[in-house]
């Protein structure tokens, strides 16, 4: 039975796009003004942890990163370059190791001193322990440290095998101070940010204060206070309305206006494909997938333009970003051959697959999955869409996956932060990764052959396989390279950046045309 055509389906029809395939409610709640010296900022969804080893997850670490917690090294979102924070310094005396120096006079929130071992215990609980930390996987793979304190002020960490972009690795752990548990995950963290937990109404806000034993500056508002709405026309119109200063994840259709700041973010969106359940572990059922995406129409009418139409998992500006790629062609009469060779070969392609999103992932997500669904309907495949939260989408994006899940297809949007490919790839891409659902021992191989190397070779070892994974896995089909818009009102001073989807600073907004009031220290 042919699927039904959805809205979704006839707005790409509407903007010129050729399928083969069969108004807003804003919120006003009349806020009628507001504390200056509290910031207010509306997300897309509540966080499901502020944990700081999960804050490599974007709903975390938009609250927690750099804000409650803070990682010895920091990554300059526009250069690129690695900045010294809880770390003053740090170098690599061998191949295998490498010496942190530990900045002094810092405390944490709780008055505890922050010295080498808090470093030291804050990583070993985030990659070796049981944990099964996000960052780890996602940073780390299976890496195991050897950590040691000589003294208060030095840090030393050694990898079983050399690692030239270790310092760029431990920008991604947030430090937690000795005694906090390395049995279950804390959901609210204490830390040596900016700001501290002050309130958590689980399920309607989230309430940090200035901390007062902060190393650094005091940030310009004394408080911050977020709320999560879904719907992205919500969160325009609370901007648009003064209920609230900051609004993440817009799009272009939810009437920010004049409100709305564009910013190219490091976002890019991909269905990514789990082959150990047929249908999906025939090759040629995932290239026909490739083959109906109709990456083109989907930006155009569904992400209004906003992004560009994706050929791999990295944008510009990630090394081992490859510029020579194409996105794979939309043909529509190739993706039917390939699954009608496939289903004589005796492959069961009418097997129910699930098609899984995340909720307010991005703008317009559940429109683009019902626009994929009827694509994969028309090629002969039998997709169902299973719309979840964070929590439940996060058992089908990090493995292990539910047992018996059986064919799925996962929506992903990957945003690498880091500015290198390492950080795609071996989570992704190895077979062991922690977001992989596919992939061969050989392209193992080739994926550690290119993270040992440096420079131009380590660029173009990336690049390479970039190229190589779609004819010899085809684990991807890639989307879109995504484009921002925050929200923000005319009396915050903030210029969003690549890395704004998936960390917020909350030092860096100060009050327009006042700079840092830092008058109220309440």
């Not at 740090?90 to 001193?113: E, L, Y």
């Not at 940010?193 to 399920?203: K, S």
């Not at 902060?214 to 969160?235: N, T």
């Not at 083109?296 to 560009?308: D, E, H, P, S, Y």
Request: aromatic share 6%; with cysteine; net charge negative.
């Amino acid at each position: 039975m042919a699927a039904p055509v959805t809205p979704a389906v006839a707005s790409l029809a509407a903007a010129g796009v050729v399928l083969l395939t069969g108004g807003c409610t804003v919120a006003n709640t009349g806020h009628g003004g507001y504390d200056p010296n509290t910031l207010r900022l509306v997300i897309s969804q509540e966080p499901p942890t502020l944990e700081p080893c999960e804050s490599s997850l974007t709903s975390t670490g938009i609250v927690v990163r750099s804000n409650i917690t803070e990682p010895l090294i920091e990554r300059d979102p526009t250069t690129g370059g690695l900045q010294p924070l809880l770390s003053t310094g740090w170098r690599q005396d061998t191949p295998n190791r490498w010496t942190f120096t530990i900045r002094s006079g810092v405390t944490f929130s709780n008055g505890a001193p922050f010295t080498a071992a808090d470093a030291a215990f804050a990583i070993d609980r985030a990659v070796n322990s049981d944990l099964g930390c996000n960052v780890d996987g996602y940073v780390f793979g299976d890496e195991k440290l050897e950590l040691a304190t000589p003294d208060d002020a030095t840090l030393t960490v050694t990898t079983e095998k050399p690692d030239p972009i270790l310092p760029l690795r431990i920008s991604f752990v947030e430090i937690v101070p000795r005694g906090t548990s390395t049995t279950e995950k804390v959901r609210e963290p204490i830390g040596t940010g900016p700001y501290v937990i002050a309130g958590w109404d689980y399920g309607q806000k989230l309430t940090l204060s200035r901390n007062e034993r902060y190393w650094g500056p005091a940030p310009a508002f004394a408080r911050a206070e977020y709320q999560w709405r879904s719907e992205g026309s919500v969160r325009a119109a609370m901007v648009t309305n003064d209920e609230t200063d900051i609004a993440t994840g817009l799009g272009p259709e939810d009437g920010a206006g004049e409100l709305g700041v564009e910013f190219p973010n490091n976002e890019t969106t991909a269905l990514r494909i789990t082959c150990t359940d047929a249908p999906l572990d025939d090759i040629r059922v995932r290239q026909a997938i490739n083959y109906t995406v109709n990456r083109t129409g989907i930006v155009k009418a569904l992400f209004r333009g906003m992004g560009q139409p994706a050929a791999q998992l990295i944008p510009d500006g990630v090394v081992g970003h490859n510029a020579d790629l194409a996105p794979w062609p939309h043909d529509v009469e190739k993706a039917k051959q390939l699954v009608a060779e496939a289903k004589a070969a005796g492959v069961p392609v009418d097997r129910q697959i699930r098609l899984i999103g995340r909720t307010a992932q991005f703008p317009n997500i559940t429109e683009t999955m019902e626009v994929i669904q009827s694509e994969l309907t028309e090629i002969g495949l039998n997709p169902r869409i299973e719309m979840m939260d964070t929590a439940g989408q996060l058992q089908y994006q990090l493995r292990p996956f539910p047992a018996g899940a059986g064919p799925f297809v996962a929506m992903i949007q990957h945003g690498n932060q880091a500015g290198d490919a390492a950080f795609s790839v071996d989570q992704y891409m190895r077979t062991d990764g922690a977001q992989n659902g596919c992939g061969t021992e050989e392209f193992d191989r080739k994926i550690e052959t290119a993270g040992e190397l440096t420079g131009p070779q380590r660029q173009d070892a990336y690049a390479k396989l970039f190229a190589e994974e779609p004819a010899e896995v085809a684990q991807f089909a890639y989307i879109a390279h995504m484009t921002g818009i925050l929200g923000k009102s005319p009396r915050v001073d903030y210029a969003p950046n690549s890395a704004t989807g998936d960390e917020m600073r909350l030092a860096e907004m100060t009050k327009a045309g006042n700079g840092s009031d830092q008058s109220d220290r309440s």
